[in-house]
């Protein structure tokens, strides 16, 4: 099984996860601002990005 | 998301992983948003929306709990069913079908690995929280959450043609996961903190 992991794959990856983490805390805080409950929806956001392992 | 990823890498073919990865975000997004509204509607009927600063304070102590496993302060198991999803949908059923079959079966969270803390708590919050919407919202905002992975996932493949690559990208950056995870969870628990005191001080 080739598991060779290109140099690079990981700095994307984590690129991409800075981004969906900032993205989420910012609309949950906007969010929060409407409705505190709301601010819940883009945090769940979040922890299903880093939930990988179970895909 | 192993079997998914070479569709474009390998076969080059994107129209058909667009279509698949599509299939198996809406067949995921279906389930959980039914699955969300029903765990929140059994709340409701068994009553817990009547106690909402115990459910507070409750999600707020199980937030913190998981967001410490995450980041390796606390050491235990959390409940699931050691299993993951059968690739041999892919033989079976091709692309399209399978990947239909695994949103279907993968999104659900109860009959495949659960290696991070915050999908329970998430299902706890719409069990406590009593409220079908709310459920429905959570469950259905993880899954995407989960789906996105599989979108991006091709930004790191190079040639494997089985999908370990990514997964071997993935397994290799796990400490870096875990603490997003727990950055999810404590942002989630401050909500719950700023929400308890609302409504403990009549807000």
Same mark, same amino acid.
């Given at each position: 099984?080739? !598991?060779?992991?290109?140099?690079?794959?990981?700095?994307?990856?984590?690129?991409?996860?800075?981004?969906?983490?900032? !993205?989420?805390?910012?609309?949950?805080?906007?969010?929060?601002?409407?409705?505190?409950?709301?601010?819940?929806?883009?945090?769940?956001?979040?922890?299903?990005?880093?939930?990988?392992?179970?895909? | 998301?192993?079997?998914?990823?070479?569709?474009?890498?390998?076969?080059?073919?994107?129209?058909?992983?667009?279509?698949?990865?599509?299939?198996?975000?809406?067949?995921?997004?279906?389930?959980?948003?039914?699955?969300?509204?029903?765990?929140?509607?059994?709340?409701?009927?068994?009553?817990?929306?009547?106690?909402?600063?115990?459910?507070?304070?409750?999600?707020?102590?199980?937030?913190?709990?998981?967001?410490?496993?995450?980041?390796?302060?606390?050491?235990?198991?959390?409940?699931?069913?050691?299993?993951?999803?059968?690739?041999?949908?892919?033989?079976?059923?091709?692309?399209?079908?399978?990947? !239909?079959?695994?949103?279907?079966?993968?999104?659900?969270?109860?009959?495949?690995?659960?290696?991070?803390?915050?999908?329970?708590?998430?299902?706890?919050?719409?069990?406590?929280?009593?409220?079908?919407?709310?459920?429905?919202?959570?469950?259905?905002?993880?899954?995407?959450?989960?789906?996105?992975?599989?979108?991006?996932?091709?930004?790191?493949?190079?040639?494997?043609?089985?999908?370990?690559?990514?997964?071997?990208?993935?397994?290799?950056?796990?400490?870096?996961?875990?603490?997003?995870?727990?950055?999810?969870?404590?942002?989630?628990?401050?909500?719950?903190?700023?929400?308890?005191?609302?409504?403990?001080?009549?807000?």
């Amino acid at each position: 099984m080739d !598991t060779t992991v290109d140099s690079a794959g990981p700095d994307r990856l984590r690129a991409a996860s800075a981004v969906v983490a900032a !993205t989420a805390l910012v609309t949950a805080a906007g969010a929060g601002a409407v409705d505190v409950r709301l601010a819940l929806v883009p945090l769940a956001v979040l922890l299903g990005w880093s939930h990988l392992h179970s895909v | 998301m192993g079997a998914l990823t070479p569709l474009v890498k390998v076969a080059r073919d994107w129209r058909t992983w667009g279509a698949a990865v599509s299939l198996y975000t809406l067949s995921g997004l279906g389930v959980t948003l039914a699955a969300g509204a029903g765990i929140g509607e059994l709340g409701h009927v068994a009553g817990l929306p009547g106690r909402p600063a115990f459910v507070l304070a409750a999600g707020l102590a199980i937030a913190l709990v998981l967001a410490a496993r995450e980041l390796g302060v606390l050491r235990f198991r959390l409940p699931e069913r050691p299993l993951q999803t059968e690739k041999v949908w892919m033989h079976q059923f091709g692309p399209l079908g399978a990947a !239909t079959l695994w949103g279907l079966h993968l999104s659900l969270g109860f009959f495949t690995r659960v290696n991070y803390g915050g999908f329970w708590l998430l299902t706890l919050l719409a069990l406590g929280l009593g409220s079908p919407r709310l459920g429905a919202l959570l469950m259905g905002a993880h899954w995407l959450g989960k789906a996105l992975s599989v979108w991006v996932a091709p930004l790191a493949l190079r040639t494997s043609a089985d999908g370990s690559e990514v997964v071997g990208v993935w397994d290799t950056d796990a400490r870096h996961y875990r603490r997003v995870q727990a950055l999810g969870l404590l942002a989630a628990g401050a909500v719950l903190a700023v929400w308890l005191t609302t409504l403990v001080s009549g807000g």
